[in-house]
């Protein structure tokens, strides 16, 4: 049976037992994992998992909210789908509504973007190649600088297939390979450097780049000494810069509006940045390890604008959070507000509910985000500097005070380096960045022509994002 | 075929490759959910999963597979890869396991009502009369209140190629809150977590409504009348439980796993500055600080028998009277660290690889009561809870923000409330500055987040009344 013979069966399933929507998603998925430290591997793994996620809904199309469940059907077989299925849409009719779901893309789509670099067929010679890449990485970073490497490769290919009860969908296949290098000089000294991309061709160059550009990074930051705290310009590299305003952009969902959770309330149309900070939610990217034909309501993908020349100008939606906002538009009589979804609807988990990956429902979520580059280099930043300056290549634990308010503090990792008078002075380190994610959007006085694409540990959303420069950022240190 | 003869098929054939070691783990899981926002449901969704994960050890390289496939084939092929995977990777030293006792037993999480036999309207109803009662609490100050509740109960079974395995029942419940309160131009927002290895007994036992409308009640009190103050000098203050739990869980048990120390950990949750200090003199805080990793509590959100190593648990005294005492440790680090496992491997699903992990992680209970550490402090402040929190990747530079917390005069608690006070502190500014601990305990649970993939797994973070003499208050 094909897959598409599959996810039929599974539809014609739910609606043969009263199921009023149906998506089926077919997902076959091996993923590769290399970790490596001081030096050396410390381990080589391999997940391989293919399931059908099944959605299910009843309710009248005009009711406010729906009855919704979901299945996953592990290692998909005709006889599972006959069984499983109907006790699932049994179990649906004892449900009460969610307040979550308004309905799904109705609309017929017979054609979806067609998106090139999803998939590269070089992606099955990794597992034989990819200890080697490991290795010649590690080799790289020693001779940029590092005494010892740390770091994961990952590398993966899906297939995966939608369809919904209202006839949209496909079939499309990806391929991936995104790494973390971390290298240190001693034990205080380290740099770190990221490969994210669909695009294998030089794998092996693009790691020991990423391999030496750590090293040379830790050898730099050898040396450096405690910093006072208090003001100071900040230039973000690319990697905090994801991890930072990723961050705010994560509020531009009305989910995390509906929890309490986005300093973006009430934003709307307001100018939140300089005219010079454009960002976009972009499923159709090249190279963007979220970019994808259709969501996963089986719409067409589209870019959408998040901040245009500064203006905070749209929320991501799926349909169900397009209804709602419509309706609640009606009820504060902003009739001509009537948003509409932004292709960003995701079978996924609304917080940590379980105790594995399986869906449990349909959110809205961002594929890609793509920052319009700038004008400076980082050379140029740094020249510029004329008041003191910290260059930040790396954070981790941005934790909130309020997440409705944007009240964070968030602490630099590996290299960061003070800048007097337009020179990099010294390495510095054991502050803490404690911040506001509206003001320093505000502040945001220089971005960068670089523009790369992050993904890590501390940045799961695809971000494609340059050196950002942020005026007059309070710096903390442990005062005891 | 069921899930534990593919597991033990698992070991025979990973043995027949040539692997040094094999261990295969099956667990078949359930999960129940509730998901409500300001009382109406936003989701009710029942999961279950299953599927196999095995490690091998080959010429001293280490590999790990899953497969979601529980049968014969897919578990061959996921053992040819990871084998493979393994042989081709290069260490200049082999990775071994420390020798451990073999064991082949089972144990089960003591349960008194199982979530399966609770009626879905008892479910139902509970969680809604908890949104009404902390909605009642919050005086109309908390309008926006999102409420998780989870019932997971799992089916376990490990066999190593060392001749161990292990079959384990387990049942966990947590209900996770998250408010958001307003008054005037005032916000505060609250998470907080509670979490039992037990059955639908524990909301009664534990009178979980009345601890959570508890919390319901300080958010209001705290976006109320809390007030900036300024400080920046030091002061005597004391933490609650819920700070003295995040403080031992990220100053103390962060540092103590083993991994961390060896450098395994460095591309993702970091490493640890106990590296700097084993080989020197272990008095790292005062003599009043003992803190204790144990998984053998019943109840706790970390209560475990055997870990995933099938080595058997018991109390890890981390810090003994402010000496560093003992490391979590799995077996393999147990060997590079010359010394046994402490049963310190938990992983959160069969897909992910065991490494060492903290459970319930606390300072030891003192012999004062919280009122005795409180009159004893002229001016200071006591914080009952936090918010805002991070440390560095080495676990050294800490910061905690309070949420609801008063100031202390003359040896009594005053109604003065203080807005966000900041404790920025090295692991030393704390463990070397307490000088008492209550008796008192207070439980809270929270998901600990560690490795790539991040593997959040059940822990619980609460603890006793500490105090700390003379430290920076921002």
């Known amino acids: 049976m094909t897959d598409e013979e ?31 430290s001081y030096s050396q591997t410390d381990i080589a793994k391999r997940w391989k998992r293919n399931y059908l996620d099944i959605f299910l809904t009843s309710g009248h199309p005009l009711s406010l909210g729906k009855k ?29 509504k969610s307040k979550l ?45 590092a005494k010892k490497v740390s770091g994961v490769l990952y590398f993966g290919k899906t297939n995966k297939g939608l369809l919904t009860s209202h006839g949209n969908g496909g079939v499309y296949r990806t391929s991936y390979c995104r790494a973390t290098v971390r290298s240190f000089h001693d034990d205080n000294s380290s740099g770190q450097s990221l490969v994210v991309t669909r695009n294998l061709k030089d794998i092996d160059k693009k790691m020991m780049d990423a391999g030496s550009r750590a090293g040379r990074l830790a050898k730099r930051s050898a040396g450096g000494k405690e910093e006072k705290g208090g003001r100071y310009d900040l230039i973000m590299s690319p990697t905090v810069a994801g991890n930072i305003f990723g961050t705010l952009l994560s509020s531009a969902n009305p989910i995390m509006m509906l929890g309490g959770m986005s300093c973006l309330k009430g934003k709307m149309d307001e100018q939140i940045g300089p005219d010079s900070l454009s960002v976009r939610d972009d499923p159709l990217v090249n190279d963007g390890m979220n970019s994808r034909p259709f969501d996963d309501e089986g719409t067409p993908s589209k870019r959408t604008p998040l901040i245009d020349e500064g203006v905070f100008s749209n929320l991501l939606h799926n349909t169900s959070t397009a209804k709602l906002w419509k309706l609640l538009n009606w009820i504060k009589l902003k009739f001509w507000i009537r948003p509409t979804t932004t292709s960003n609807s995701v079978l996924g988990q609304l917080g940590m509910t379980g105790s594995d990956d399986d869906p449990r429902t349909l959110l809205v979520g961002p594929s890609n985000y793509v920052f319009e580059p700038g004008t400076f280099t980082l050379n140029e930043m740094i020249s510029s500097s004329k008041r003191p300056t910290i260059y930040m290549t790396s954070n981790w634990y941005t934790r909130f005070t309020n997440m409705r308010e944007g009240k964070f503090s968030t602490v ?21 960045l404690k911040g506001d994610l509206l003001k320093m959007c505000g502040d945001i006085t220089g971005i960068g022509k670089d523009v790369r694409q992050i993904q890590w540990w501390e940045v799961s959303t695809p971000t494609f994002v340059p050196h950002i420069k942020v005026k007059d950022c309070t710096f903390t240190k442990a005062k005891s | 075929m069921d899930g534990k003869d593919v597991a033990d098929h698992a070991v025979e054939y990973g043995d027949s490759l040539g692997a040094d070691y094999v261990e295969a783990r099956y667990i078949r899981s359930k999960d129940d959910n509730y998901i409500t926002r300001n009382g109406k449901f936003l989701g009710i969704q029942k999961k279950e999963s299953r599927g196999i994960g095995i490690r091998v050890l080959v010429d001293g390289c280490m590999g790990f597979g899953s497969t979601n496939s529980v049968h014969r084939k897919a578990v061959e092929d996921t053992i040819d890869s990871v084998v493979g995977m393994a042989k081709l990777s290069r260490r200049d030293t082999p990775i071994r396991l420390s020798d451990e006792k073999t064991v082949r037993t089972k144990w089960s999480v003591p ?115 809390a007030k900036d103050h300024t400080f920046n000098r030091p002061m005597d ?34 490493e640890s500055f106990y590296s700097d200090i084993l080989d020197e003199d272990p008095q790292i805080g005062n003599e009043e600080v003992t803190i204790i990793d144990d998984p053998t509590l019943k109840g706790s959100p970390g209560y475990y028998r055997y870990d995933e190593e099938c080595v058997k648990a018991r109390p890890r005294y981390l810090i003994k009277n402010g000496r560093l005492n003992e490391l979590l440790l799995n077996r393999e680090c147990a060997y590079r660290f010359d010394k046994k496992s402490n049963a310190s491997a938990r992983s959160t699903s069969y897909s992910r690889e065991p490494i060492p992990r903290m459970s319930n992680t606390f300072f030891e209970t003192g012999d004062h009561t919280k009122e005795e550490l409180i009159e004893d402090v002229k001016n200071g402040i006591l914080l009952n809870s936090f918010t805002e929190w991070n440390i560095d990747d080495r676990r050294f530079h800490s910061k905690y923000v309070g949420l609801e917390a008063y100031l202390i005069k003359n040896g009594e608690v005053t109604d003065t409330m203080v807005r966000r006070p900041v404790l920025e502190l090295t692991t030393y500014g704390i463990l070397r500055n307490v000088d008492a601990v209550s008796k008192e305990y207070e439980s809270r649970m929270a998901p600990c987040g560690k490795s790539d993939p991040m593997q959040p797994i059940p822990v619980s973070v609460g603890g006793p009344h500490v105090r700390l003499r003379k430290v920076v208050v921002g």
């Open chain 2, 111 to 225: 349960v008194k009502r199982p979530f399966a036999d609770v009626p879905e309207d008892e479910k139902r109803n509970y969680i809604k009369e908890l949104d009404k009662s902390i909605k009642r609490a919050g005086k109309r100050t908390i309008k926006n209140r999102i409420l998780f509740m989870n019932m997971n109960t799992a089916d376990k079974y490990t066999t190593t190629s060392h001749g161990s395995c292990v079959r384990a029942n387990t049942s966990l419940i947590s209900i996770m809150t998250i408010m958001n309160a307003r008054y005037k131009d005032r916000k505060e927002q609250k998470m907080v977590t509670l979490g039992s290895s037990s059955g639908w007994e524990w909301l009664k036992e534990e009178n979980i409504m009345s601890e959570l409308t508890g919390q319901g009640e300080s958010l209001y009190k705290t976006v109320s009348y």
């Open chain 1, 68 to 96: 919704i469940n979901t299945l996953t059907i592990h290692d998909p077989t005709p006889k599972k789908i006959k069984t499983q299925i109907p006790r699932e849409v049994r179990v649906l009719r004892s449900l009460p």
């Open chain 1, 6 to 36: 599959l996810m039929k069966m599974a539809v014609d399933t739910a609606l043969g037992q009263g199921a009023k929507e149906v998506i089926a998603q077919l997902i076959e998925e091996e993923e590769h994992q290399i970790r490596f």
């Open chain 2, 237 to 270: 203050v004391v933490v609650a439980g819920e700070v003295s739990g995040i403080m031992a869980h990220e100053n103390v048990g962060h540092p103590s796993e083993g991994d961390r120390i060896l450098g395994r950990e460095a591309a993702q949750a970091g």
């Open chain 1, 101 to 145: 779901y308004w309905g799904m893309d109705s609309a017929s789509h017979s054609t979806y973007p067609s998106l090139k670099g999803l998939y590269d067929e070089r992606i099955d010679e990794m597992p034989e190649k990819a200890p080697s890449i490991v290795d010649d990485t590690i080799s790289a970073s020693h001779e940029g600088g």
């Open chain 1, 412 to 432: 630099p990792r590996d290299a960061a380096f003070l800048i007097q008078d337009g020179e990099v002075k010294r390495p510095v380190r054991n502050l803490r």
